[in-house]
């Protein structure tokens, strides 16, 4: 609990352990005869949330049933009240009603029951019809929302944004996915102690640990120690930015990146770091250390007042050590309400962080390119491996090995951190309509070399692409293709996730199997997969997010189009079809550091971009 936060305690029998039935008629009686709360909620709030790490909401509903009484004149405010606290249940907490169908469904047979017995004026108070028109956008996270001006003109380049924007749009994409955390997902976490069936709190670490990746590799991409120096001092001073706005989730990870031995192993690097940044990162990792159980942090969480994010992992830590010091039952096989009131509080303290949203500017352009950034993985021997690329190790020194950075919370362990392919589409998408939407000048869907090269300059290890279609020019087309393929290959999707497509006339009716749309013309009328036999439009073809399936069929000429390999000419299938294939010409090139020159500095190792 927080300094200066009221703690709510419970009545003094509740201490040593209650039955249900006891903690159940103290929420009744928590009710005046007009259904107002007498006093604090803090149990019923406290039963009507934590009830489900001991048991399922139908069975708490079972037994107010099995408590509500034989209809008389001295047992009619019983009845009331009894439906005084359902109806509190649904009105506080009505989540669950949506999510769970068979709680709906017991709360019917208990208006049934009401009816039976003839006190059919009480059913109103049990209505959950209303819940199924009520609006998710009540949700914290929906609170703040991106600038999406279109009179807004941004600079898409790493070196132009200062410490404090890179900050603001870091927090405000860490505060929405820690606001789609709920309350329920806390109770599965300390319930599995692991992130399976868990998405949204998976995505929140997936968030932390491509943040930490990302500071490295941003720093691995400068070709020179000086250049390197330049970028993590820049990121010391997002990190300052981070720690005065309270944000100590992504300070976490931004310190942790720089602290990893890939970026601290550089010796040359840090010999052109300023002491008094090398100061400030020590000051922060005294600051994230777990010296302690993490004191210093708690100190300094525990002082501010207002907005502010939380490291998970060290909360989600004291969950679990609650969970697991404190036994669910006591003697006489009573609940242990004091650890249902514990693991309450710490939960109820994280939504009411989800609450209070921060003052922010954040532009939606500048929001899908970092999105899109943070898609990407790598393991810790890929980094380690660009590390030593850019510095080579000494051959007298004994070989280091990765390590991680001493102040990261080891709690997102076993979670699968690839995104998904229609995640990576619908992110290069928005990507690239950000990049035209403040590069396209005359509006005609083309960026020039230029302002491409300009902005290729600030991906890390990006490809460089060859324009061919237009002299000096990129159309949307390429630059999605350009990313399209960097990313999958970069998210570790695998090659097999990029379809080696063919310009192709095809001998019969053909549709598209990314949109479903017919493939008109009378030539040439779209592209096939070579590998796998996918048919699509020539628009659609980079934006496909299905995997390419290598089969045998693929290559055949059994279907109609003739494949390059094929006898130039004409070839018949087995119902005498005939088809023509064309390369496609606008072809882009890719280079590589690890196959090229020396003095060439890009690899397509990792794409981060801005």
Not at 253 to 263: F, K, M, R, T
Not at 323 to 333: H, L, Q, R, W
Not at 343 to 359: F, G, K, S
Not at 400 to 415: H, L
Request: charged share 20%; glycine share 4%.
């Amino acid at each position: 609990m927080t300094q200066g936060k009221v703690t709510m305690s419970l009545p003094g029998h509740f201490t040593k352990g209650a039955s249900w039935e006891e903690v159940i008629q103290a929420c009744i009686q928590s009710f005046d005869v007009e259904g107002s709360v007498c006093g604090s909620s803090h149990l019923m709030n406290i039963t009507l949330t934590m009830h489900r790490l001991l048991m399922s909401s139908s069975d708490l509903l079972e037994k107010l049933t099995s408590l509500y009484p034989l209809p008389s004149r001295s047992n009619s405010t019983e009845c009331e009240r009894i439906c005084y606290f359902i109806r509190y249940w649904i009105q506080e907490f009505w989540t669950m009603f949506r999510l769970h169908s068979s709680l709906s469904d017991s709360m019917e047979q208990f208006q049934d029951l009401i009816r039976d017995q003839g006190q059919e004026r009480l059913c109103p108070l049990l209505q959950t019809q209303w819940i199924n028109d009520r609006h998710w956008s009540q949700k914290p996270s929906q609170k703040i929302k991106a600038n999406s001006s279109k009179k807004r003109k941004v600079s898409l380049l790493f070196d132009h944004l200062e410490p404090i924007e890179l900050a603001e749009h870091l927090t405000y994409l860490e505060f929405k996915s820690f606001c789609r955390i709920s309350f329920a997902d806390y109770q599965n976490y300390i319930r599995s102690c692991c992130m399976k069936d868990n998405p949204m709190m998976e995505r929140s670490i997936t968030l932390c640990n491509g943040i930490s990746q990302w500071v490295q590799l941003m720093v691995l991409s400068r070709p020179t120690a000086q250049l390197r120096a330049e970028v993590f001092t820049k990121f010391i001073h997002v990190a300052q930015s981070l720690h005065l706005m309270h944000n100590f989730n992504t300070l976490m990870a931004v310190v942790g990146g720089l602290c990893h031995s890939s970026i601290s192993r550089l010796k040359e690097t840090s010999s052109h770091v300023s002491h008094e940044v090398t100061k400030v990162l020590n000051e922060m990792t005294d600051l994230l250390s777990s010296c302690r159980n993490y004191d210093n942090y708690r100190q300094a969480y525990s002082r501010c007042a207002g907005f502010k994010i939380p490291i998970l992992g060290v909360h989600l830590k004291d969950l679990i050590s609650v969970n697991e010091a404190m036994s669910d039952y006591v003697e006489d096989n009573k609940v242990n309400v004091q650890k249902l009131q514990a693991l309450y509080n710490h939960i109820n303290e994280l939504i009411q962080l989800q609450q209070i949203t921060p003052q922010l500017d954040a532009n939606k352009d500048l929001v899908h390119l970092l999105t899109l950034s943070l898609d990407l993985y790598y393991t810790e021997d890929e980094i380690y491996e660009l590390s030593y690329t850019r510095e080579p190790k000494n051959s007298k020194a004994p070989p280091a090995t990765p390590s991680r950075p001493p102040v990261v919370v080891n709690w997102a362990s076993g979670v699968p951190p690839k995104p998904d392919p229609k995640t990576i589409s619908k992110h290069v998408q928005r990507m690239v309509d950000s990049v035209f939407k403040n590069y396209d000048h005359d509006e005609n869907g083309f960026i020039s070399q230029g302002d491409f090269e300009k902005i290729a300059a600030s991906f890390p290890f990006s490809f460089c692409v060859m324009d061919k279609e237009k002299e000096g020019l990129i159309s949307r087309e390429e630059i999605t293709a350009y990313f399209m393929r960097a990313s999958v290959i970069c998210s570790k999707l695998g090659l097999g996730f990029v379809h080696n497509f063919q310009e192709t006339t095809y001998m019969k009716p053909t549709f598209c199997d990314n949109c479903s749309g017919f493939l008109w013309g009378v030539i040439k009328q779209g592209y096939r997969c070579r590998d796998c036999g996918m048919n699509c439009h020539r628009l659609c073809k980079d934006q496909v997010a299905f995997e390419c399936k290598k089969n045998a069929k693929g290559s055949s000429t059994s279907e109609g189009p003739l494949t390059p390999d094929s006898t130039p000419g004409t070839t018949c299938g087995p119902e005498g079809e005939e088809g023509h294939t064309h390369k496609h010409t606008n072809t882009h090139t890719v280079y590589s550091e690890r196959h090229s020159e020396p003095s060439q500095s890009r690899s397509c190792i990792v794409l981060v971009v801005f």
